[in-house]
């Protein structure tokens, strides 16, 4: 189906939820530019809100969220005290401007909270910014989830859910610190369809330890049987010179590039023959599922959240680490729970790292969006745009791309190497140290 070229894939890329990526933040912003952009903020713009609950009841080896550990209960309490005061802080910045049409609860595990202080959240949310028809959405680790979530969920009129299952294998399941037996992510399923759940995601992975095509298939096949509406699958990205939690993964174990690429293929071709529509780079969605058609009708987005049907170009994140992204910033909060308390405590933004986005940033935003959104973006407008032809003769050659005029489109077969062809439109990335993920 797709064709092997491990040259084109040696260097690891960006996953682009955001132009520039947050490699590219400095410490040159602060609670000033955020309390500046949320005032710009129009009357009626619309809005998405992200709230970032960085604990989890157990940490898996391999995450790279900003999480830890949801051992104390004063912790958690003192977190969703001090969260709530941020939701009322943003709310007051915007002075009733913009219109919430989306609230996300990520982390982390979300669910690491008791279901009511979900519930306080979620209508504090819901009174501070006057959204109650918002469309509210759960990311949620199944070995947590029981009954009494399920039930919040339902009352505070949750309709979507994201599962991070990542393997369905016993054996792999404990080679990452993740046990999770399949009858609990299947009781899950349940109670989430019991709770009015219509749109649920399951995030899967390949290129994990000790994984062969035989327990990837068992995987997503189990996944497939549990009709999630949505599946996001994507290659584990072992770093662990970044992440020290992943030093706990047998490195030997895992699989080199070509079984990467192999194993990228037969998800692809296994989902999709089961009716799933493929999604962007590494997404798959039921066609009457709202991602599936963004994408068939040209509206697909990106943003921190992966692929996404959500309109809104303005994200306001709430919670230790959580990046809040507008047309001309990216401003992200402190990552350190306990400094993070303080500054809200003290009544003032936690911004601390960032950028603003000058015109020629957006630009290439926008086309590195539309390019992995869409398939093809016009490049006409980019200063380097010889540069960037010269940077994808490669692809050219091997029938990846094709140039009408200024115009960049991709092939169907280029789909493994959609995020290397997005990172030659980024300056940032030439010569750059910043170890990132492979792109399969």
């Known amino acids: 189906m797709w064709s092997y070229h491990p040259e ?29 952009t949320l005032a710009a903020v129009d009357i009626d713009a619309p809005l998405s809100l992200y709230l970032h609950i960085p604990y989890c009841h157990e940490v898996c080896w391999y995450c790279g969220c900003n999480t830890g550990a949801a051992n104390r209960s004063g912790r958690l309490a003192a977190y969703v005290h001090r969260l709530g005061e941020e939701i009322d802080l943003i709310a007051h910045h915007l002075r009733g401007h913009g219109r919430v049409a989306r609230v996300a609860f990520g982390g982390g595990s979300p669910n690491a909270l008791s279901p009511e202080q979900f519930e306080s959240l979620a ?77 649920l995601n399951f995030d899967l992975m390949y290129g994990l330890p000790g994984q062969s095509a035989a327990l990837l298939r ?8 549990l009709q999630p509406e949505r599946l996001a699958v994507f290659g584990y990205a072992h770093v662990p010179h970044l992440l020290p939690r992943q030093r706990q993964i047998d490195a030997s174990a895992l699989p080199d590039a070509r079984t990467r690429f ?31 058609v963004a994408s068939r009708n040209g509206t697909l987005r990106r943003n921190f959240q992966g692929f996404t049907e959500d309109p809104s170009d303005i994200l306001i994140g ?4 959580a ?42 935003g926008v086309a590195i969006e539309k390019l992995l959104c869409v398939g093809s973006a016009d490049l006409a407008a980019l200063p380097d745009l010889a540069e960037i032809r010269d940077r994808l003769t490669p692809f050219a050659e091997r029938g990846l791309i094709a140039w009408e005029g200024a115009r960049l489109t991709l092939a169907p077969e280029s789909l493994p190497y959609a995020r290397t062809v997005a990172a030659t439109l980024d300056p940032y990335r030439h010569n750059s140290g910043v170890r990132f993920s492979n792109a399969v």
């Open 218 to 225: 068992d995987s997503i096949e189990q996944a497939i049987e």
């Open 323 to 364: 990046i809040s992204a507008f047309p001309g910033a990216l401003l992200q909060n402190e990552k350190n729970a306990g400094r993070w308390h303080l500054r809200i405590g003290n009544g003032t933004l936690a911004t601390t790292r960032g950028l603003h986005r000058g015109t020629l940033d957006r630009l290439r």
């Open 262 to 292: 192999d194993q990228a293929i037969l998800s692809h071709a296994l989902l999709t023959q089961a009716g799933y529509e493929a999604v962007g780079f590494d997404h798959f969605a039921l066609p009457h599922d709202a991602l599936a």
């Open 123 to 199: 209508g504090r949310v819901r009174d501070a910014f006057a959204c109650r028809d918002a469309v509210l959405s759960v990311e949620l680790d199944p070995r947590g989830f029981d009954a009494p979530w399920a039930e919040a969920m339902w009352r505070q009129g949750a309709t979507r859910a994201s599962l991070g299952v990542q393997t369905f294998s016993p054996e792999i399941q404990a080679a990452i610190g993740r046990v999770q037996p399949a009858e609990h992510i299947a009781r899950t399923v349940s109670l989430l369809r019991g709770a009015g759940v219509d749109s």
């Open 318 to 321: 709430l919670g230790a680490s």
């Open 8 to 36: 084109l894939l040696a260097t690891p890329v960006p996953r682009y939820t955001s132009f520039p990526t947050a490699a590219e933040f400095g410490d040159s912003v602060g609670p000033a530019d955020l309390a500046s």
